[in-house]
């Protein structure tokens, strides 16, 4: 961040970037935990220092230095961890309407106007992709069986088409 700084680029609590992960300063991007990103679930930058934003960050970074044109615009926040077994994924935020389940597990998910903005996993988080998936493309809920969704996360509560196009075949 000094490097940014000493230049008198814009920080915050991290390097300011646009969706681009372009810096205040024209052609100095940034990528990683240095920088703030803009949280898509809650709709505000803040430093999401995090192993898939990072990714995602410096691959849009390098297309773009490299005279390409890529937009990076899915930040969400995303834990995961395992404890003896014991499997626990949470992403996004927790603000809305919740749909709560405690069948052998623990799940939550949280919704808003109209999107699924977040979950909690504990235990079966097998079909977290689906979840973050919903959440990153912001996909809405009346454009999917939701209920399905909650119950057994899985393609089918996709449209063929919507299925076909997941699975390269569109």
Same mark, same amino acid.
């Given at each position: 961040m000094d490097l940014i700084k000493d230049i008198n680029g814009e920080i915050r609590r991290g390097i300011v970037v646009n969706e681009l992960m372009e810096t205040s300063i024209p052609n100095i991007? !940034? &990528?990683? +935990?240095?920088?703030?990103? *803009?949280? #898509? =679930? #809650?709709?505000? $930058?803040?430093?999401? !220092?995090?192993?898939? $934003? &990072?990714? @995602?960050? %410096?691959?849009? &970074? %390098?297309? $773009? @230095?490299? %005279?390409?044109?890529?937009? *990076? +615009?899915? !930040?969400?926040? @995303? $834990? &995961? #961890? %395992? *404890? *003896?077994?014991?499997?626990?994924? =949470?992403?996004?935020? /927790? +603000?809305? +309407?919740? /749909?709560?389940?405690?069948n052998g597990g623990y799940k939550k998910l949280f919704t808003k106007d109209g999107l699924l903005k977040g979950y909690i996993l504990v235990g079966n988080v097998e079909k977290a992709g689906i979840y973050t998936s919903l959440i990153r493309e912001k996909i809405p809920l009346k454009n999917i069986d939701f209920e399905l969704i909650c119950k057994k996360p899985g393609l089918m509560a996709f449209s063929k088409a919507d299925r076909m196009k997941k699975l390269g075949g569109a």
């Amino acid at each position: 961040m000094d490097l940014i700084k000493d230049i008198n680029g814009e920080i915050r609590r991290g390097i300011v970037v646009n969706e681009l992960m372009e810096t205040s300063i024209p052609n100095i991007y !940034a &990528a990683g +935990d240095c920088c703030e990103s *803009f949280d #898509i =679930t #809650i709709n505000q $930058n803040r430093v999401l !220092a995090l192993l898939p $934003n &990072a990714y @995602m960050q %410096g691959e849009c &970074a %390098g297309i $773009n @230095m490299a %005279g390409g044109k890529k937009i *990076f +615009d899915k !930040a969400i926040p @995303m $834990n &995961a #961890i %395992g *404890f *003896f077994g014991l499997h626990i994924i =949470t992403a996004g935020s /927790y +603000d809305g +309407d919740v /749909y709560y389940e405690r069948n052998g597990g623990y799940k939550k998910l949280f919704t808003k106007d109209g999107l699924l903005k977040g979950y909690i996993l504990v235990g079966n988080v097998e079909k977290a992709g689906i979840y973050t998936s919903l959440i990153r493309e912001k996909i809405p809920l009346k454009n999917i069986d939701f209920e399905l969704i909650c119950k057994k996360p899985g393609l089918m509560a996709f449209s063929k088409a919507d299925r076909m196009k997941k699975l390269g075949g569109a």
